[in-house]
C-alpha cells in the first residue's frame, strides 16, 4: 500500500545516542544553576546550622550578625510567613527547626547578605542560647525506646511461627548495612527570585519540581500557581535531591520573600553533609526454617531503618524494603517488618534503590548463612528457593510474579563466565596463598518497577511542533545525568519519525508540566517517555489528517518515516507538513499524560500489586582480601542486566556500570561516622570516600540482557534502569564473606557487615579463625 | 606594588585589584566568569576544581592542580589553562573532549571539566596510558555517575591521537618571558609575597613574624577555600630559587624547602621506592603538583604521611634564619600535636635523607580506607639491616597511633637483636600496645590501628625475612 522507505531515522528508539549535553559537558559550557549570571542585587545565603544533636533552642539573637558588613535580612522558624512544614508524606516536619534542634547540622536559622562571604562570616555571628537535650543516637537505643517516626509496617503471608516450629532446621542472626552520602558532585542550590505581586519564580536542583513548589507556597502561605519552580540540569542527584531540595529552596524562598530580592542558597559540601540526609542504615534480624535440602520453609524477619530525625521518605524506604526482602526468593510462611526509628541524626531519605538494597542484604544474609550450615553452594540454596514460573510464584504481599527470568540471567551469568570453573581458580589460589585470600560470589536480583504509592505513577509531557518541523519537548521528569532527556527524545523522535536533532528538550518546569512526580524509583523514562509518546500521538493524528485531505487519501494510509510524510508514493517534508498545518489553523501543541495501569496497593494490610513489572539482573564478582590489614580490591566483576528492549544501549550500559560502582562504595568505602555526641566526622570527601577509579574492578564486564522485551505494555517494550543494577554490587559484600569463610573452610558464616572498611574485615578474619581454631 | 601577571587560555591577564587570598577558583568562576571549573567540595578532594598550569621552573608542560586551594598569586608569572581553553578556534575538540564523547565518559557532568583538565595534564605528559598511570593521574578527580570506565577508556583513546596542544606550554610560557619571578602583591589590606632570594626571605620574615610561609598552600589554602578567610601576609617559598634544589649525594640526599612532591618523586624513586610508592598516595597528583616535602614536616599532623617514612629513614631538617642554620632529626623537630621547634625568623630549609647502606632496606606501608587519595589510619615505616638472619638494626616509626608520628621505641628494643622469623613476633600485638595508646576516630578505632599496627611488622618480616614473600594485594 505505502512506499515509505525503510530507511531509519537517526537516532531513534535502541539507538545508542550520546547525552545530549555531552559537549556541553566536556566544554564546561553546560550551565549548572551556580554558573548562570544572576542580576545585580542577587543576595547570597548561608545556613545557620545547630551545632547540637538534641537540644531545646532557648532564643536566637540576630543583632550581632545584622550588624555585619553585607547583611540584608536573618529568619528563623519565627519569620515564616506560613506554614512551617515541608513533610513529604507526614506531617510536621520544618524546614527551619522550630523550638528544638534535632540533629547536628539542623538548620535553625538563615542568612542573606550581599556576598557568599559575608553571608558566611554572620553566620557564624548569630547568638543561639541552646538548652542541650540527651540525644538518642543508635538504632539499638531507639528500638529499645519505642522512638518511632512513622507507624510499624508489616507484610505477613502464613503463620510464621508454627512454621517455624515445624522447620526441621533453624537459625538466627542479624546483620546491619551502614548509610550512604550521595555525594552528588554539585552540592544543593537553588535560587529565588521575587516576581510582582506575589510570584515566586525559583530555580532550584531538584528531582522534585512540584514538592518543592508545594513546599515553597507552604511557607510562604501562596496558592501553588503564585509559585514556579524549574530545573534545567543537576549535577547528580540519586535521590538526595527529591525531599532535601526542599529545604534549600524553601529557605532561599523565605529570604527572598523578606528581602523582595533574588537570593541564592548554596551549600558548602561540609554543611551539605551535616544538614541533608543520606541513605538509611539498617539493624536486620532474622529466623529463619528451613529443610535439609535448603528450601526455607518459615522466616521471620526485622527490618530497623534509623530514619533519623523525621519521617521525610521513611515510610516509602521501609516499604520497598520490605518489598525486596524476598528477592527473587518464593517465602512460603513470612513475616515481615518494618520499623522507622527516631534517632537525633539527619533525617534519611530517598538514595538509589531506596529500602532495595537494604531489603535484598537482609535476605541475602539469611541465604548465605543458610549455605554456610548446609555446606551448600550459594547458587544451589538460592536456585532452590527461585520463584517458580506457575508454582510457587507469589511474593509475600501477593502479588503474582508474571515476568520471572532469573534463571534464564543467570544461567546468561554463567555461560558467560563459568563458574564452576571460576571457583576452582579460587580455590586453587586459596589453598597457595596464605595471607592474601579470594572471595567469589553471585548474586540476583528482582528489583520492582513503579512507586510504591499508585497515585504517584502518572506523568505528563507537552510536546510543540514548530512551523519549521522543529520539535520542542517538555516533560515531567528532570535530568541529573541519567540521560533521561535524550531518551524521551528518542522516544518523540521516533513517534513522529524526525531525526533527534530536531527534537529539543526544554528545562522541567511546573509551569508547563504540573503536579508532577519525582524524577526518582527508576520511572523517568518509563513515564515520561509515555506521557510524551501520548502528545506527540496526538499531535501526528492531527498532522495525518491534514496530510489525508492534501493527498487526498484516508488518515490511515499516511505514514511517518525518514523525517517525511507518505501517502503511497507521494510524499512531504514533515517540516512542509508542519507549515501547511499552521496555514490551515490546525494546533500543532498537545499535553500528554500516562497513568501506570494494573496496580494498586494497600499499605495498611501491606498487599497489592505495588510494581507494575520486575527488571532482573545477576553479577558474580571476585575480591581479595589481605588478612594481615583487612584491605580489599574488587577484582573482577561480570554483570548481566535486564533493560527490556533498550531504548538507548549507551546510557543504559552506563546507568549499570554507574549504579554498580554506587553499590560498590557503600559496602566498601564509604563509611558515615558519628561521634558519641551525635556530630558526623565524614563531611566532606577528604573523610567520606567514594570510589575512585581505581576501586573499579580491573575487569569490570557489562552485558546488557539480549532479546528481552518487556512483557508489559512499556514505552517501546523497555526497563527502567536506574536503580536495579546497584544491588548486583552485593555480590561484592558476598564474596568477601567468601573469602573470609574461607579461613573456616566455608563452615562458618562469617560476621562480616557493610561498609567493608579495613577495620571490619579484618575483625571479621580475626573472628573467623578463633572460631575456627 | 605590581599586578599580577599571567596567561589565562593563550590571553595576557593583568590583574591588579583581585584579593591577594581570593582562590583561583573564585578568580574564574567570579570576576573571569569562566565557570567550566566547579567547586565540588573546597577541600582538594573532588577535583572538579582542576585547571592546568604551566610554571616557567616546571618543564615547559601544563600541569594538573585543584584551583579552589590556590591562591591568587601563585599563578603570577605562570600560564593557566581552563576547560574552556582547550577546543580549537574552529570548536573542534581536544582529543580528551573528543574521546570521553565517544565513550559516554559524561552523565551529570559536574565532574567533567575537572576531569578534561586531568587528562589533559596527563596527555601532556607523554606517559603510557596503561590502567596504572591513569589511575594515578585520575586518582584526584571523583565521578559519582559512570563507575570511571569509560573515563578509563576515553584516556586510552585520547593517548592514541596527537595532542594539538603539545607545544603550548612551551609558546605560552615563551609569551611570559617577560615576567620576571617572584612578586609582591597588596591590595585590600593583605599582602602575598614571593621573594626571589633567601636574603628577601629573611627580611619578610622579620618584617612579618606571624606570616605563615606557603609551600603549595594545599593545607593553608583550605583557610581560604573553606573557612573563607585568608590570613593577611602570606609568603611563598616557591620563587627562591635555593628552596628548589634536589642534590643527590653520596651519603644524602636533599631537597629544598619547596621541593614539591612531584618534583621529588624521581628522586625518590631511584634511592627510595617504597617510600615514593607511598607519597604517590599522598593526595593526588593536583595535590603532588602544589605540595610540599617541608610543608607535610612543618604542619606536623599526626597523620603526616612522609614523617614517618622521614623519621624510619633518620631524616634531618635544615632550619635556616638570618642567624645562620641548624639540623635537626625529623623526630626532635616534630614536638607535638601540630607542634614544631621552627622559631621565629625560621624555615625549612632543606630535608636530608641519609641514603641507606649497604644491606639496609627501608618498607614503608599505608593503611586507610580507599586505596588513592586518603588519609591514612596507619602509617608504617621501617629501616632495617639484617646479619645471619637476625635483625641487626630497626627502626620502626608510625603514624596515626599517637599525637605525633613518633618510632616505636619499646617495639625496636625488643626485636632488635632477634631472629627475623615469623615465632619471632609472638609478642608483637603487646610490643605495639606499650609503645602507642591510639584514639578512636573517623578514619579507624584503637583496637584495629594497634592490630593493624602489629600485624603490619608480620608484613614485613614475611616481605624480609627469608623464604619466598607470600602475595600482597598488590600483585594481583
Known amino acids: ?773 | 606594588m605590581a599586578a599580577l601577571r599571567f596567561l589565562l587560555n593563550g590571553q595576557r591577564v593583568v590583574e591588579d585589584s583581585a584579593s591577594p587570598t581570593m582562590t583561583v577558583l573564585d578568580y574564574l568562576r567570579g570576576v573571569r566568569r569562566l565557570t567550566g571549573a566547579k567547586e565540588g567540595c573546597a577541600e582538594g578532594d573532588c577535583g572538579a576544581c582542576t585547571i592546568a598550569v604551566a610554571w616557567p621552573h616546571g618543564g615547559a608542560r601544563y600541569r594538573a592542580v585543584n584551583s579552589c586551594l590556590m591562591l591568587l598569586p601563585q599563578i603570577d608569572g605562570a600560564a593557566v589553562l581552563t576547560v574552556e581553553g582547550l577546543a580549537a578556534p574552529d570548536g573542534a575538540l581536544h582529543p580528551v573532549q573528543q574521546a570521553l564523547v565517544e565513550t559516554d565518559g559524561t552523565q551529570c557532568g559536574f565532574c567533567t571539566p575537572g576531569f578534561v583538565m586531568a587528562m589533559l595534564a596527563f596527555r601532556q605528559g607523554g606517559e603510557t596510558a596503561d590502567d596504572a598511570a591513569i589511575h594515578d593521574a585520575l586518582a584526584g578527580n571523583l565521578c559519582r555517575c559512570t563507575g570511571y570506565r569509560p573515563i578509563v577508556d576515553a584516556c586510552k583513546r585520547a593517548a592514541a591521537a596527537p595532542d594539538p596542544l603539545a607545544a603550548r606550554a612551551a609558546e605560552d610560557l615563551a609569551r611570559l618571558s617577560d615576567v620576571p619571578p617572584g612578586i609582591g602583591y597588596t591590595r585590600h589590606g593583605r599582602s602575598f609575597y614571593a621573594p626571589r632570594s633567601i636574603d628577601d626571605l629573611h627580611q619578610l620574615l622579620r618584617q612579618n613574624p606571624e606570616a605563615p610561609l606557603l609551600g603549595g598552600g594545599t593545607d593553608l589554602g583550605l583557610l581560604a577555600s573553606k573557612e573563607r578567610r585568608g590570613p593577611p601576609v602570606v609568603i611563598s617559598t616557591q620563587s627562591v630559587p635555593e628552596l628548589k634544589r634536589i642534590l643527590r649525594g653520596p651519603d644524602v640526599q636533599t631537597f629544598g624547602g619547596a621541593v614539591t612532591y612531584a618534583e621529588a618523586l624521581p628522586c625518590l624513586d631511584s634511592d627510595f621506592p617504597s617510600f615514593a610508592a607511598l607519597v604517590r598516595r599522598i593526595g593526588s597528583r593536583q595535590i603532588r603538583n602544589l605540595g610540599t616535602l617541608a610543608g607535610n614536616i612543618a604542619t606536623a599532623s599526626p597523620i603526616g604521611d612522609t614523617l614517618p617514612c622521614l623519621i624510619a629513614l633518620g631524616a634531618s631538617v635544615v632550619l635556616r634564619s638570618a642567624e645562620g642554620t641548624r639540623r635537626l632529626e625529623v623526630e626532635s623537630f616534630i614536638t607535638g600535636y601540630r607542634k614544631t621547634d621552627l622559631r621565629p625568623g625560621e624555615f625549612i630549609d632543606a630535608i636530608e635523607i641519609p641514603r641507606l647502606g649497604n644491606g639496609q632496606r627501608f618498607v614503608a606501608y599505608k593503611l586507610s580506607k580507599r586505596f588513592d587519595q586518603d588519609i591514612s589510619a596507619v602509617i608504617a615505616a621501617f629501616r632495617l639491616e639484617l646479619d645471619r638472619g637476625r635483625l641487626a638494626e630497626f627502626r620502626a616509626a608510625f603514624g596515626g597511633m599517637a599525637a605525633t608520628p613518633r618510632r616505636a621505641s619499646a617495639l625496636e628494643a625488643a626485636l632488635t637483636g632477634r631472629m627475623w622469623r615469623r615465632e619471632s613476633l609472638v609478642d608483637v600485638d603487646a610490643l605495639v600496645a606499650r609503645d602507642f595508646q591510639p584514639i578512636d576516630d573517623v578514619r579507624a578505632t584503637a583496637a584495629y590501628r594497634l592490630r593493624a599496627a602489629a600485624n603490619l611488622v608480620r608484613r614485613l618480616q614475611l616481605e624480609t625475612g627469608a623464604g619466598p614473600a607470600p602475595a600482597g594485594l598488590d600483585a594481583l
Open chain 1, 1 to 773: 500500500m505505502t512506499a515509505a522507505p525503510a530507511h531509519r531515522i537517526k537516532g531513534g528508539v535502541q539507538s545508542p545516542v550520546r547525552h545530549e549535553s555531552a559537549i556541553g559537558h566536556v566544554t564546561g559550557s553546560a550551565l549548572y544553576l551556580d554558573d548562570v549570571p544572576t542580576v545585580p542585587g542577587t543576595l547570597e545565603a548561608a545556613l545557620v546550622l545547630s551545632p547540637h544533636a538534641h537540644a531545646r533552642i532557648a532564643s536566637v539573637d540576630f543583632a550581632r550578625a545584622l550588624a555585619a558588613p553585607g547583611v540584608r535580612a536573618a529568619i528563623a522558624a519565627g519569620d515564616i510567613p506560613g506554614r512551617n512544614d515541608i513533610a513529604p508524606i507526614l506531617k510536621g516536619e520544618p524546614a527551619l527547626a522550630d523550638g528544638v534542634a534535632e540533629y547536628v547540622g539542623h538548620p535553625v536559622a538563615a542568612i542573606a547578605a550581599d556576598t557568599l562571604d559575608q553571608a558566611r562570616a554572620a553566620a557564624k555571628r548569630v547568638e543561639i542560647a541552646y538548652e542541650v537535650l540527651p540525644p538518642v543516637l543508635t538504632i539499638e537505643e531507639a528500638l529499645e525506646r519505642g522512638l518511632l517516626v512513622a507507624p510499624e509496617q508489616k507484610i505477613e503471608r502464613g503463620d510464621v511461627g508454627p512454621a517455624l516450629d515445624a522447620a526441621p532446621l533453624r537459625l538466627a542472626g542479624e546483620a546491619r548495612c551502614g548509610g550512604q552520602d550521595h555525594f552528588y558532585l554539585e552540592g544543593q542550590i537553588a535560587l529565588a527570585v521575587p516576581g510582582e505581586e506575589r510570584d515566586m519564580q525559583v530555580f532550584s536542583s531538584t528531582q522534585h519540581p512540584t514538592e518543592v513548589q508545594h513546599g515553597v507556597a507552604h511557607l510562604l502561605g501562596l496558592p501553588f500557581n503564585a509559585v514556579t519552580v524549574d530545573v534545567r540540569r543537576m549535577g547528580g542527584a540519586f535521590g538526595g535531591k527529591e525531599s532535601q531540595a526542599t529545604i534549600i529552596a524553601g529557605i532561599a524562598a523565605l529570604l527572598a520573600w523578606k528581602t523582595r530580592r533574588p537570593v541564592k542558597l548554596r551549600l558548602a559540601r561540609d554543611d551539605d553533609m551535616q544538614a541533608t540526609g543520606k541513605r538509611h542504615p539498617f539493624l536486620i534480624r532474622y529466623e529463619v526454617g528451613f529443610d535439609p535440602e535448603g528450601r526455607i520453609q518459615a522466616l521471620d524477619m526485622l527490618y530497623a531503618a534509623n530514619a533519623g530525625n523525621v519521617a521525610d521518605l521513611s515510610p516509602a524506604v521501609i516499604a520497598r524494603a520490605l518489598c525486596h526482602a524476598d528477592n527473587c526468593y518464593f517465602l512460603p510462611n513470612v513475616r515481615l517488618r518494618g520499623l522507622a526509628c527516631k534517632t537525633n541524626t539527619v533525617s534519611n531519605t530517598a538514595f538509589r534503590g531506596f529500602g532495595g538494597p537494604q531489603g535484598m542484604f537482609g535476605i541475602e544474609a539469611v541465604i548465605d548463612a543458610v549455605a554456610r550450615h548446609l555446606r551448600l553452594p550459594l547458587e544451589t540454596v538460592r536456585q532452590r528457593n527461585f520463584y517458580g514460573i506457575g508454582r510457587n510464584d507469589t511474593t509475600p504481599y501477593g502479588m503474582k510474579v508474571e515476568d520471572n527470568i532469573i534463571e534464564r540471567v543467570m544461567a546468561e551469568l554463567d555461560g558467560a563466565v563459568d563458574l564452576a570453573r571460576w571457583r576452582s581458580e579460587i580455590d586453587a589460589f586459596n589453598r597457595a596463598n596464605p595471607v592474601v585470600k579470594k572471595g567469589l560470589a553471585t548474586m540476583p536480583v528482582k528489583f520492582g518497577i513503579s512507586f510504591n504509592l499508585t497515585t504517584l505513577n502518572q506523568a505528563g509531557a507537552l510536546v510543540h511542533v514548530y512551523t519549521d518541523g522543529s520539535v520542542h519537548l517538555n516533560h515531567g521528569g528532570t535530568e541529573m545525568g541519567q540521560g533521561l532527556f535524550v531518551k524521551i527524545a528518542q522516544v518523540v523522535a521516533e513517534a513522529f519519525q524526525i531525526d533527534v536533532e530536531h527534537v529539543r528538550v526544554s528545562a522541567t518546569s511546573t509551569g508547563k508540566v504540573p503536579n508532577t512526580s519525582a524524577t526518582a524509583a527508576s520511572s523517568g523514562t518509563d513515564m515520561n517517555g509515555m506521557a510524551a509518546l501520548d502528545a506527540a500521538g496526538r499531535i501526528k493524528a492531527r498532522m495525518a489528517e491534514v496530510a489525508a485531505a492534501h493527498f487526498g487519501v484516508p488518515a490511515g494510509e499516511i505514514v511517518f518515516a525518514d523525517n517525511r510524510v507518505f501517502a503511497g508514493n507521494k510524499s512531504l517534508a514533515f517540516a512542509e507538513l508542519a507549515e501547511m498545518c499552521w496555514r490551515r489553523r490546525v494546533s500543532l501543541s498537545s499535553t500528554g499524560y500516562y497513568r501506570t495501569p494494573k496496580i494498586h496497593w494497600d499499605g495498611q494490610a501491606g498487599k497489592g500489586r505495588p510494581f507494575y513489572y520486575f527488571v532482573y539482573g545477576a553479577a558474580a564478582c571476585e575480591v581479595a582480601i589481605d588478612t594481615l590489614t583487612g584491605e580489599m580490591r574488587t577484582l573482577r566483576a561480570e554483570l548481566v542486566q535486564d533493560c527490556g528492549r533498550s531504548i538507548n544501549p549507551a546510557i543504559d550500559l552506563g546507568q549499570t556500570e554507574g549504579a554498580f560502582v554506587q553499590g560498590l562504595g557503600w559496602l566498601t568505602t564509604e563509611e558515615l561516622w558519628w561521634d558519641r555526641a551525635g556530630r558526623l566526622g565524614t563531611h566532606g570527601p577528604s573523610t567520606y570516600k567514594i570510589p575512585g577509579s581505581r576501586d573499579v574492578p580491573p575487569v569490570f564486564n557489562v552485558r546488557l540482557l539480549p532479546d528481552a522485551p518487556n512483557r508489559e505494555d512499556t514505552v517501546f517494550r523497555s526497563k527502567a534502569i536506574g536503580e536495579p543494577p546497584l544491588m548486583l554490587a552485593i555480590a561484592v559484600w558476598l564474596a568477601a564473606r567468601d573469602a573470609v569463610a574461607s579461613l573456616g573452610d566455608h563452615r562458618l558464616a562469617p560476621k562480616l557487615d557493610a561498609p567493608m572498611t579495613p577495620e571490619r574485615i579484618l575483625a571479621a578474619v580475626d573472628d573467623m579463625k578463633a572460631r575456627s581454631a
